[in-house]
């Protein structure tokens, strides 16, 4: 979806015409309940042509690929006994369960459940996008790093309001 109703908002070449009410009444209609469904968000900028065509070396997609089938590996190990194969089929038990933070970690997510006035169902969202994030990282713990993201990921929406 566009951050905005004529598209344009956060756009780096053009500006937005929208007024603070249409954007409102906009981001209204997806808000809540369904944003709340919604495990990750992400603004993805307009991007420029020589950006497309850099050759400065970036992380390749058979790393990537690497990196991911290891991570669904590690997931399929821990959720097999629940008859599930991901982190996102987790329901809230699986949560509780499989999610261990750091003490950091915890007071980092509490806060934010605070700050951002979350649902029980958003709290679990956030824990599945670190869970994840952790799994990409090899690492059992979920530590405040992974929180951070796992929050920067949901919090994209409301980033550019
Ligand atoms: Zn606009």
Same mark, same amino acid.
């Given at each position: 979806m566009y951050a905005c109703p004529c598209g344009f908002l956060g %756009?780096? $070449? $053009? %500006?937005?015409t929208c007024s603070t009410g249409d954007i409102k009444r906009y981001r209204k209609k997806i808000s809540g309940p369904l944003l709340d469904r919604m495990d990750i968000h992400v603004h993805v900028p307009r991007l420029e042509y020589s950006e497309m065509t850099t050759s400065i070396p970036t992380e390749s997609s058979s790393d990537i690929r690497q990196r991911v089938t290891a991570a669904r590996a590690i997931q399929y190990s821990?959720? &097999?006994?629940?008859?599930? !194969?991901c982190n996102a089929q987790m329901g809230h038990r699986h949560v509780k369960t499989t999610c261990h933070m750091t003490h950091n970690a915890q007071v980092m997510l509490k &806060?934010? !459940?605070?700050?951002?006035?979350l649902s029980a169902r958003g709290y679990d969202r956030i824990l599945k996008v670190a869970?994840?994030?952790a799994d990409l990282a090899n690492s059992e713990q979920i530590s405040d790093i992974h929180v951070a993201e796992a929050i920067h990921f949901r919090n994209n929406i409301q980033e550019f309001s």
């Open positions: %756009d780096n $070449k $053009k %500006d937005c821990r959720l &097999q006994k629940y008859n599930i !194969f &806060q934010a !459940f605070e700050a951002m006035n869970r994840t994030i």
